[in-house]
């Protein structure tokens, strides 16, 4: 093999690596509206209760890293708001959850509306004020029937 092409194959592949790493990189704590139109049983993922005006659900596992760092950010929220529920799913011996809410990485966190719909999902660390503006926006929506 001539040690151009090798060295022209070697930055190609740097190349695609960073670019596919940046965008990973940017895709992560972002909102991604849903509408699945599936209503979640409390039940089913362990808890008792949805909250009044929303439920932030926490997808983690036993070896996340990133996870307590999200608990923390979710459980000061749901303090500081009326009507909003946190649930907590650790998927490590559950993977019929992760496999059913198609959870690809931890943390993932769902917002269910007051119904229970997955209105939206963060995949990865996410920023406390990215969580309260969609809970904000979901919280102004009309009840839907």
């Given at each position: 093999?001539?040690?151009?092409?090798?060295?022209?194959?070697?930055?190609?592949?740097?190349?695609?690596?960073?670019?596919?790493g940046l965008v990973f990189r940017h895709r992560?704590?972002?909102?991604?509206s849903v509408?699945?139109?599936?209503?979640?049983?409390?039940?089913?993922?362990?808890?008792?209760?949805?909250?009044?005006?929303?439920?932030?659900?926490q997808f983690s596992t036993e070896i996340c890293s990133r996870c307590p760092g999200v608990r923390r950010v979710l459980s000061e929220i749901t303090a500081s708001r009326d009507g909003v529920h946190y649930i907590d799913v650790d998927l490590t011996h559950r993977p019929d959850l992760?496999?059913?809410?198609?959870?690809?990485?931890?943390?993932?966190?769902?917002?269910?509306?007051?119904?229970?719909?997955i209105r939206t999902r963060f995949g990865g660390a996410i920023e406390r004020t990215v969580v309260e503006s969609e809970l904000t926006r979901l919280q102004k929506e009309p009840t839907r029937a």
């Open positions: 093999m001539d040690v151009t092409l090798a060295l022209l194959a070697v930055v190609a592949l740097v190349v695609l690596t960073t670019s596919a992560q704590g972002r909102a991604r509408d699945s139109g599936e209503v979640v049983d409390p039940a089913v993922l362990g808890a008792d209760r949805l909250g009044a005006e929303a439920t932030l659900v992760a496999q059913h809410f198609r959870v690809l990485q931890t943390p993932t966190t769902l917002v269910l509306d007051r119904r229970g719909t």
